[in-house]
């Protein structure tokens, strides 16, 4: 179990470094990182299924420091993939219960059976951005959904 979550954070960081490669992050960003006040962060817990995101849409506040909890409480492995929304929120890190990972930008999350990743960000810009889970076939049995920062 101790190897899955590593190779899965190894996946996350190659994500990461691969969103990020010649990409600056905003000075805003750095700015809401460092203005943010953790103690008094908003948690969203998001649950990952055959084939479905709960809640939908995703609400988040615009400029709120937020803990993104993403509970897979299916049998298969999940990504959570929203391209638009995630150049769009200030990153400080994203872990599980055997290590983080940080990086200014990644392209996915994937969460495997049975397994949480929690994402510590702040949302950026007001929108509604759309959400879909990668895995072949998954999209096409209905696991899409919409992220809403108001």
């Known amino acids: 179990m101790r190897k899955a979550l590593q190779v899965g954070f190894a996946i996350l960081a190659a994500a990461m470094a691969g969103g990020s490669v010649g990409a600056e992050i905003p000075s805003e960003f750095n700015k809401a990182l460092a203005a943010a006040d953790w103690s008094k962060m908003e948690t969203v817990t998001v649950t990952l299924s055959e084939y479905a995101f709960s809640p939908s849409p995703v609400v988040f506040r ?3 420091p937020t803990k ?3 509970r897979n409480a299916g049998s298969e492995h999940h990504y959570f993939v929203s391209a638009e929304f995630f150049r769009n ?3 400080r890190k994203v872990q599980s219960s055997d290590g983080e990972v940080k990086a200014p930008y990644f ?6 059976a049975g397994k949480t990743m929690e994402w510590f960000l702040v949302p950026m810009k007001k929108g509604t951005f759309d959400l879909l889970c990668t895995v072949k076939g998954h999209a096409e049995h209905g696991m899409k959904g919409t992220i ?3």
Do not use: Q
């Open 107 to 112: 392209t996915a999350v994937e969460v495997y």
């Open 68 to 70: 993104l909890v993403l």
């Open 62 to 64: 615009e400029g709120v």
């Open 89 to 91: 929120v200030a990153t």
């Open 148 to 150: 809403e920062v108001r």
